[in-house]
């Protein structure tokens, strides 16, 4: 069965960074397109970053751009968030989420296509 198993997150000051990984297993992780996305309790997911199965193009929340860099090794079925320059309201449980009905670049924000979700890891900002 497909697995996704989120780590790296922690607690760190704000203007630091923190990279979040995500390693995959049981399926065909290069034929995947790979999501990033947070929570906080009582809101909706938001969606973060995503990027296509080949790795060439990339999506990022208006929020996080040019802060965050998401990053795929199809060779270790892992995909990363690289976060920089860290903002208190980053603070959420961030997941990553894979599945087949993610096709197209502008599927990759919608969190119902994704079929498959991590645990999710705690990243926390203080000011």
């Known amino acids: 069965q497909v697995q996704l198993v989120e780590s790296g997150g922690g607690l760190v000051q704000a203007g630091y960074s923190l990279r979040l990984s995500c390693a995959a297993s049981?399926?065909?992780?290069?034929?995947?397109?790979m999501g990033w996305f947070r929570q906080l309790p009582g809101k909706e997911r938001e969606f973060v970053a995503g990027?296509?199965?080949?790795?060439?193009?990339?999506y990022y929340a208006d929020s996080v751009k040019g802060r965050f860099t998401i990053t795929r090794d199809n060779a270790k079925n892992t995909v990363y968030l690289q976060m920089n320059s860290l903002k208190p309201e980053d603070t959420a449980v961030y997941y990553c989420?894979?599945?087949?009905?993610?096709?197209?670049?502008?599927?990759?924000?919608?969190?119902?296509?994704?079929?498959?979700w991590g645990q999710g890891t705690q990243v926390t900002v203080s000011s």
């Open positions: 989420a894979t599945g087949p009905r993610v096709v197209s670049s502008r599927d990759l924000c919608t969190a119902g296509l994704y079929d498959y």
């Open positions: 990027i296509r199965r080949s790795g060439g193009v990339n």
């Open positions: 049981g399926l065909a992780f290069s034929s995947f397109s």
